[in-house]
């Protein structure tokens, strides 16, 4: 079977500051036509920051869209043509203050291919030296440390939602106790 869509028309929707909207209109392969409502983003960096003790470094910040206060990786925005190594690193000292001697990226995600193309790089940052956070000025956010344990209990316990956050601390434990990742 052949899976593949031909896009016939591209339509922009919205032109955002953080995402752009197109509307396509796509060729199944039994023929027919078919829309997509379809979200462009530049893609973004997430960090899972490990101090020495082995603590994981979060996030706190109010995600207007959930109206709750998440607590998550730090993550952010890639700029237009930047490395995902160096977003990484730039997104945990402007949120956290941490700088790593080392990223190690572990994994690469599709948070919502359904209707987006964005794709989240996600890096392991050890050997962290603390400074002080510099969040862009539209960000109210703080960072804290936790166990790890502590960590996956909250995604258990459903107190931790952001798939991100999911994902990467998730995969990076499994890495962890399978020797795939050395800290």
Aim: glycine residues 6%; aromatic residues 8%.
């Amino acid at each position: 079977m052949n899976y593949y869509e031909k896009t016939i028309r591209t339509e922009p929707v919205h032109k955002g500051f953080i995402f752009d909207i197109e509307r396509l209109t796509v060729e199944l392969p039994n023929g027919k036509a078919a829309y997509r409502d379809v979200i462009r983003h530049s893609g973004a960096s997430v960090i899972v920051p490990i101090t020495e003790d082995g603590h994981v470094i979060l996030v706190e910040q109010y995600r207007k869209p959930v109206e709750e206060v998440s607590l998550e990786l730090p993550a952010g925005r890639l700029n237009e043509g930047e490395d995902p190594a160096r977003c990484a690193a730039r997104e945990l000292k402007e949120e956290t203050g941490y700088t790593a001697s080392r990223l190690v990226k572990i994994l690469t995600l599709y948070p919502a291919a359904a209707y987006s193309d964005e794709v989240l790089h996600v890096y392991v940052a050890t050997g962290l030296s603390k400074g002080e956070a510099s969040p862009d000025e539209d960000e109210v956010i703080q960072a804290f440390k936790y166990k790890m344990d502590d960590v996956i209990k909250m995604i258990m316990d459903g107190a931790i939602k952001d798939s991100k956050t999911v994902s990467g601390i998730l995969f990076t434990v499994r890495l962890l106790e399978t020797g795939n990742l050395k800290l």
